[in-house]
């Protein structure tokens, strides 16, 4: 078995393509995130902050969760199980998509599929990973998914 960086996350090496995650943690969303989220980001869209009008004036009839929110803790509750404490840089995102509406109260579990890797060409010591995350409410229905490219810290020699 592969030996994962003291804070828990994987080294370069050890990531293998097709390898699918499925992440320990998962999330109920509520209210207050997304308060809070959406005045942090100063996104004064109704949708996610405004009961009233969501009731009277959209087709979901209460707020929905910010997806920006949706996309930031897709990606953080895979953190634990994959990159914490070996990931140098975020290199990009692409191919963001939300199918299917998340409410306040849904609870979110995510998988990652490891969609390949290579060698970096300017540095020795990293490499570069690219990642399917996958984001699901409590009845499997998908919310959102982001492909990720990451760089990546190898295994340092002993």
Known sequence: MAKT????????????AGEVVEHRLT???TQMDN???SNMT???????IDAHFC???TQWGKPLMNSLFTLGLMIGISVNDLT???TIANLGMRDVKFPNPLFEGDTVHCSTLILGKRESKS?????IVDFLHKAFKQDGTLVAECNRQ?????RPIE
Not at 42 to 48: A, G, S, Y
């Open 84 to 86: 914490v404490g070996t």
């Open 35 to 37: 308060m809070l989220f």
């Open 42 to 48: 100063l996104n004064p869209q109704p949708l996610h």
């Open 150 to 154: 990451a760089f990546m810290l190898k």
């Open 5 to 16: 960086h003291k804070r828990g996350g994987m080294y370069f090496e050890d990531f293998i």
């Open 27 to 29: 999330r109920t969303v």
């Open 123 to 127: 540095r020795n010591d990293a490499g």
């Open 55 to 57: 009731e009277t004036e």
